[in-house]
């Protein structure tokens, strides 16, 4: 039997070593957060689409050395990418609002783009003669990773201190 009582048991996960979290954070003054926002670049929805019909093209002439129905394969792999990624552009473009309407429209044309894409890829057999899924599946993931090359190469983005 112990003679500890409640208040003298420490839970296992308190660690009387560690120092406190440091508040590094500062609130921005309007002006400052104004001066902040004239800085930074947004990034376009039509770059990371343009970004990524070109990784298409690119990936479709690679897979054309292989065969043509490879490169076909690939190609509308790319299409399932870039089509819903067109759509879900042009809509965000044209949508003004409150931020809450902004981001429940975001969602909206995201379920959009995911359905746009799922029916793209169901009609593939019967769309795409000697459909090679491997080949198709590797245009689709070529062209869905440019989201990191666009953002990777993005002007605006945060360079790390030196």
């Known amino acids: ?80 990418v870039v089509v819903p990624a067109a759509v879900m552009a042009r809509a965000l473009s044209r949508q003004v609002g409150a931020a809450g309407a902004a981001l429940a429209g975001f969602f909206v044309w995201e379920l959009v783009k995911i359905a746009l894409t799922v029916v793209i890829l169901l009609a593939a057999p019967k769309l795409v003669p000697h459909l090679s899924w491997l080949a198709l599946l590797a245009g689709f993931v070529v062209t869905m990773k440019v989201y990191w090359v666009a953002a990777w190469l993005h002007p605006g983005r945060a360079k790390l201190p030196r």
């Open 1 to 80: 039997m112990s003679n500890n009582t409640p208040s003298q048991v420490k839970p296992a996960s308190v660690n009387d070593a560690d120092p406190p979290p440091e508040d590094d954070f500062k609130p921005l003054s309007a002006d400052e957060a104004r001066r902040w926002r004239e800085t930074q670049q947004p990034l376009s929805l039509w770059r990371i689409v343009a970004w990524q019909t070109m990784a298409g093209v690119g990936a479709t002439l690679v897979a054309w050395l292989f065969g043509q129905e490879l490169a076909l394969s690939v190609a509308y792999g790319s299409l399932a």
